[in-house]
């Protein structure tokens, strides 16, 4: 044991308690015929909570933890205290860059032997404590090497050196039994437009993805690849701006069926949407992979990443999910990070046991209106007009025979209430 | 003559004039190759100059116009007044929506009876001016019918009513000689999620758009479709809500080769990019058709749809309009209105001749930064390395390869400078 | 009775109702001492519920109310209505500006006699209901006379327009027995700099708010004065962009002691803050004075002015309220309008009472928190070290003696936590 | 000499030059009758030229100085190296703040030390090059003692640690000659209302800001002092939010007459203001004091801090600056850094000779439209009607005099036109 985290035991369900406990968060209570933690699959991203030093653009480190330093020491010391959170927390799952796991090496071979070697660290502890991997993904943004892009930098050695990485990071989440594995394209975009070919770096953004999808077959991965839109930022422009643009993206590569997607809120709201709606928007497209349940400020034009605290919120986020059916190798990763003045180990504590009791009281407002039918009674009549075979029959018609009817039939529609206020009152009444 | 204009005679290039005049839009230049007229295509947007009171979300009519009120004899002498500013501005071109040239009858038929008697008043005027027709539209939001949508409504009545009045609108533009016909999906999108159903209504806009393409193919319209985004306003989502969603949408439709895009620097802006932005990505997705020179105000979050005024940044549009060969039946429509603070008949001539003349500049600095090879030199440079042999063999290769590769040869790229300062130094010389 | 609402009886607090009904707003409750009626002290604003028309930038109405149209008799049946609305939400007052509530006349006087003639019905109906007047304000803003502003306009003549127009709301207000009269400066600002004098409007400006100030203390009104601050829209800067502008031209102009605020939660999220923000401020600087509690669209960059729905945004400018010892004149207005599309009768009822609700349950949250000293306790013991006597000798000290002290005492800090996500999770636990 | 610039020798004034050169920029040319180099007052900031590694948050420093580190040695390389920037630019003027010209101590008595010793060799070199200190100025953000604020710390010591700072600061600012003195308050404000006692903060901040008046005349410093204001980032909130907020402030603690606002484009953008508008205000209130001249980019939420490069936009800004009269004892401060991949030391010369080109463009095009009166012209004629005598006589009367008077002589005001269009096409001709 570490002593990192004092003498913290693991949470539990206790809705009376008066320090840290779940007060809504309940593992094994059952929702909608399976249970809150299968539904709600949560995972610790490693980067945020072990390896962020608590910099900002205007300053630098303010936490002060034993294992920072690029040394496997410190590494070593860092996954054992993750693995004492993951249990305090009881999180069925933890996500990984390679960079924050690892010391940066003098080349590629160094880098990848410090990796592979905490990764065994990892698979020993995995088997030890029953947390599984969410996914796993590689850091193509951070180093200097990637500050024109990766897989889109104007320099083929990048890609190659990106390419390589991502075959390691696949490799190590198919040991570790990972399921996904995931690809924020952090600086597959540009700075100005001045300097860029965009279609040769898009074309070499499609060629890269593809080898990756090749490569997974080829090992025999059976979890699911993601890629996470965002808008822009550190960019000016990201290529993978929001679930939109990434979908017409894989459909230009043709991996509209191979490829799915991980959705942040924070992004969302970046790209100027809200977070239901880029759920909606993949689910419909067939493409809702997991999510990152962590909130922007919207005051704040950047990536905030903060921990979740917004019931009605997060319960129209669960709702999308419900409504595709849950997730498959999917799940809610926490790709928060603290506020940079948490300075304590039981501010970790706090700001994730917050965190999945929000999730919890989201999923069951979600779940009980679903199950009330209490909003899909009222969409199912708002749409019941298209139900008819006429109005059938007029989808699969054309504009002169529309027009006909039209003026025989002397159509002259009147508009009907949405009750967009009516229905806020009903979700209202579940959150 | 209708004495709106007073005793205002053309407006001539003359670089010295006191009053209005144009100091840089000289249609005849020749600018690499073609005429300046030719490059730029102007056309003045009928809606706007002459169908808009001046109303705000907190204010009524400001202007005056001795045409306003429904009725066919105001339709009449605004389409006399038009016709006389498109000779006073020596405008090639003008565009329209059934809505803003005639008045709106008690049924489908009365309203299509009023729009082809001005349609045939326009052909008229158009054969004794010369001017020609850019684009028509038909409006399919203004009406209280169209509140929820038009192709994507809830109720099938207005998804009839709005394909009779496309087919309509697209066999008057036929009939004109219109050169292009565009779909601007003004409530094609939602005020809340709550009350919507998003798959059912992305699938009628695409069987909508899908019908659209066949007619005009069975009435052998020779121009081009063109869809223009929008991401918001004034719904909270619209389903166009930027280039790459547009292309999205057109590649699950299967018509991203029949339909291309009219892009207004307004609705960039609004959905967080720059115009040169969704013109370059259109221009690589093969899908650039048409724009709307009309700028918003950087401060406001709603759409302005004000004339064009910064000259650097018409420079940049023009220039990618430039690399992807210039249009070909798209053109320059001022989507722009009037401050409503500008009453007088003068600034809707000032307006239209600034904003000429901010275009002609652009386009000139555009071409000479071309033509001098002076960007493009340094972005050939900056990705020459993807022109070996050996980095072609790479895309062609897999994750293994490459990366036996980066291990062999000991690869560990060292990033070059981007150089934004030295290209931004650069545009300027020329603008 | 008008009919207009059908059969409906007034809302009762029902937890349990099926129907409309209130399931949180109970009046009579008492909450930290005082009932919730007095606390919330809730107002219907006129203009949204019975003047709107439905219409937005892209079209037109879509409301058929009966009393539309510039009629004395339109404007009777609206009144009607009116207090029929107000009676069935049990609402203790009401809002208005002088034109929704009155047709326009050809002149001056002929409005002011339209005016007062409904102003009479009103002092009526009040007395009949029991419903009182929160404020009454000029609308300055819609008429295009005031297109560059009332106070500030360029013309004089709109100046003197504007004052005798405040004069006679004041006294309508005064003679209603008004709790307060409101300024909102709609048209107060500028559309481009290139056209104003932005000194000489600032000087119109506060020299208007003079003469109201003055006018009130002549005719002995014991109401406040208030201002709503609004950063823009529909201008590009409006002058009363937030609570610390209008703060600092109350200073300039002497009046800080004299004006208080009306804070709408839509404006402060358009200036870029939060509403807890800007009612905190207001707080600190002495003139919280009353709230438009209606909510903007974070994802929309205009005021979308909507009903209330986020319980913990709600509790949260409670808390603030509570904390400077709740209303004293002021109250809980709701500058709200109906989604365009909420076309019916019982859509207004069910906006106000989800709203009415929804503030309920945010004032009882923030009371329990304020009652537990929750955040209170926290916050003071983050400040504690501010307490000592050293301390507070410093801050009466001066930077010589201070960095002597700094470098005698070898004084060096150390960050303490701020435990944001401990504190989000206490505010999590009540709301 | 470093050798860091290789062999480059001072840029000249050669409008046909082909490399790095000035093409606008002629120090001794007269405009306005007063020489370039006197109105512009051109200053480089020693932060982001030679401080900044290059860091964004999501990547570490790309940058590969020679000085990088925190020695002495290392400072005084860099000291070296900026002098040489200096000449070569034949800038004027420089800014710094402690932080980014020496080592951090491990207290502040060590820390003292080290500023001291690069103070005097900026003493030196300055007597050496004629280079003159535009202000100086204390980093009170970056290390973690700041984080929780600095005069609006919780905790007294980091008050007075900031206080003793800001002491040394001022005095080798008075001992270098230095023309102003800055505060910018990074981080005073909050990250969370839920634990801050904004009411204690503003009275320490006024408190502060008090004593560093007193002692400026203590001291006898000539120089101004300035408030720079940011509306946020890295905080969520700063108290110097824009123009009118520091106002406001600095009414409060009775020091409008002490202090003026150094001005920053980036941070006006992100407040929601243009620049103009922010220069025009601080203008009206006699607190223009210095200038920021570097640009945020519209499309990104954060601050860019990028070198200008629209020249119409930088003409209205000096445009205000030429209607205050110029600087007295401010300047042009570049607050600018390189974008992250511009890597050489050729892209910080680049970088400066072409924003101090695109200064001197904005300057000359705003001369000559003052010059010619073309602006003024126009506004005086709008605003004619309030040099009559009865309208001044108005301004002093009141409501019921006003009231009469509209009511006697029938006032009913027709609006004018506000010409924007036109106003636009006329700064159009000078830039
Ligand atoms: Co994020
Ligand atoms: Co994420
Ligand atoms: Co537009
Ligand atoms: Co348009
Ligand atoms: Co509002
Ligand atoms: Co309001
Ligand atoms: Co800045
Ligand atoms: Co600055």
């Given at each position: ?309 917004n019931v009605p919120e997060v319960a129209l986020a669960y709702y999308e999910i419900l409504k595709a059916g849950g997730f498959e190798t999917g799940g ?76 025989a039939e002397g159509i002259n529609p009147e508009p009907r209430s949405g009750r967009q206020e009516k229905l806020e009152n009903i979700v209202n009444r579940?959150?």
């Open positions: 044991m570490s002593q990192f985290f004092g003498d913290m035991t693991p949470l539990t369900f206790n809705p009376d308690a008066d320090g840290p406990a779940f007060r809504h968060y309940n593992p094994e209570e059952v929702v909608l015929g399976k249970k809150m933690k299968d539904h709600l699959r949560f995972a610790v991203a490693y980067w945020h909570s072990f390896a962020w030093p608590g910099g900002d653009p205007f300053g630098g480190q303010t936490f002060d933890r034993p294992w920072f330093g690029e040394t496997m020491e410190g590494a070593r010391l860092k996954a054992e205290v993750a693995f004492e959170m993951f249990q305090i927390l009881g999180a069925p799952y933890f996500c990984f860059h390679d960079a924050d796991i690892r010391p940066e090496g003098a080349d590629f071979a160094e880098s990848r032997r410090n990796f592979e070697e905490i990764i065994d660290i990892f698979g020993e502890k995995m088997s030890q404590t029953g947390v599984g991997l969410l996914w796993g993904t590689a850091n193509l943004f951070s180093h200097r090497r990637f500050m024109s892009g990766a897989a889109t930098n104007p320099d083929p050695d990048v890609f190659a050196w990106s390419a390589a990485t991502v075959k390691t990071c696949l490799d190590a989440t198919h040991k570790l039994g990972g399921e996904n594995y995931v690809l924020w394209g952090g600086r597959e975009g540009y700075e100005t437009l001045l300097n860029t070919d965009m279609g040769a770096e898009l074309d070499h953004m499609g060629r890269f993805l593809s080898m990756v999808v090749d490569y997974k077959h080829k090992i025999g991965f059976k979890g699911t690849i993601l890629i996470e839109p965002k808008p822009q930022e550190p960019t000016k422009h990201q290529y993978d701006y929001d679930v939109a643009t990434v979908y017409s993206n894989l459909q230009r590569f043709g991996l509209e069926k191979e490829v799915k997607l991980n959705i942040e809120q924070g992004h969302a709201i970046l790209a100027g949407h809200s977070f239901e709606h880029e759920l909606a928007l993949a689910r419909e497209l067939g493409v809702l992979g997991s999510i990152d349940m962590n909130r922007n400020d919207y005051q704040s034009g950047w990536d905030t990443d903060q921990f979740p605290n809610t990763n926490f790709d928060s990070k603290l506020r940079r003045q948490s300075l304590d180990p039981s501010d970790l504590i706090e700001a994730h046991a917050g965190a999945m009791d929000v999730c919890a009281r989201g999923l069951k407002a979600a779940a009980k209106m679903l199950e009330d039918d209490a909003l899909e009674a009222e969409r199912r009549a708002r749409y019941a007009g298209w139900e008819t075979p006429e109005a059938q029959a007029m989808l699969g018609s054309d504009l002169e025979s529309i027009t006909e009817r039209v003026l579940y959150v």
